[in-house]
């Protein structure tokens, strides 16, 4: 156990559907990550926060994607009209200060948009 | 072409041998990161290195900057070892983004 903790660990959706992930981070990181890892392939980077402010959104992230850190605490990831391409692992990931530190994952939300 | 590319992309063993990992990258970068990922998908972080060579018990991380490739070693191989291998870079800053690009992994499974 890492410290983050993410919620749900699964998601079955039906295409079209709204969902919502949860991640909580160690509680005195100022950073949070978000990445999505389908099979077979490496994690890839989404978006990140320092305390509230997001940072940056990668392409990846298209207008049906939005993450929310409101109080620079817990993050969500909601996906709106889900497709079957969004079937992935998410997963998240803190660190205190900046990418020069290392970065805790939680356990990873997986969805499978049916 | 992928910015992080690792070899191999699947790797068996038998316990108590010595097995390498190796990680090539294209871009600049600041640090390179070396991840356990077990099934389930939990990531654990093993390494981050800018120079030179990182021991942690059974496992050694060495990077060439210049040559730009690292490598990750395991000593003494054992099957609780069997889990995925991922190589990620802290690419250098471009107009203040910085990112970790990520390898897709090597499967290393360790027969007992």
């Known amino acids: 156990d890492t410290g983050v903790s993410q919620d749900p660990r699964h998601k079955i959706t039906k295409r079209g559907q709204n969902v919502t992930f949860r991640c909580d981070p160690i509680?005195?990181?100022?950073?949070l990550y978000w990445y999505r890892q389908t099979l077979g392939q490496g994690p890839e980077f989404l978006t990140y926060?320092?305390?509230?402010?997001?940072?940056?959104k990668s392409r990846l992230l298209s207008d049906r994607f939005s993450a929310e850190r409101p109080k620079g605490s817990f993050s969500t990831l909601e996906i709106q009209r889900t497709e079957q391409g969004d079937s992935a692992m998410y997963l998240c990931?803190?660190?205190?200060?900046?990418?020069?530190?290392?970065?805790?994952f939680g356990p990873g939300t997986r969805l499978l948009v049916l | 072409k992928n910015e992080v590319e690792q070899s191999p992309q699947n790797l068996t063993a038998q316990e108590g041998e010595f097995i390498t990992i190796n990680c090539s990258y294209s871009?600049?970068?600041?640090?390179l990161h070396w991840l356990q990922q077990h099934p389930g998908g939990g990531i654990v972080s093993l390494f981050m290195?800018?120079?030179g060579k990182k021991k942690h018990g059974r496992l050694i991380a060495t990077i060439n900057i210049q040559e730009k490739h690292s490598s990750l070693h395991i000593t003494a191989s054992h099957p609780r070892d069997s889990a995925v291998y991922i190589c990620?870079?802290?690419?250098?800053?471009?107009?203040?983004?910085?990112?970790?690009?990520f390898g897709k992994g090597t499967k290393l499974t360790v027969n007992p």
């Open positions: 990931a803190s660190s205190f200060r900046g990418f020069q530190e290392t970065q805790y």
């Open positions: 509680s005195e990181h100022n950073r």
């Open positions: 926060f320092q305390n509230e402010a997001q940072l940056e």
């Open positions: 871009v600049g970068i600041s640090a």
């Open positions: 290195l800018s120079s």
């Open positions: 990620a870079v802290r690419t250098l800053p471009q107009g203040g983004s910085e990112k970790l690009v």
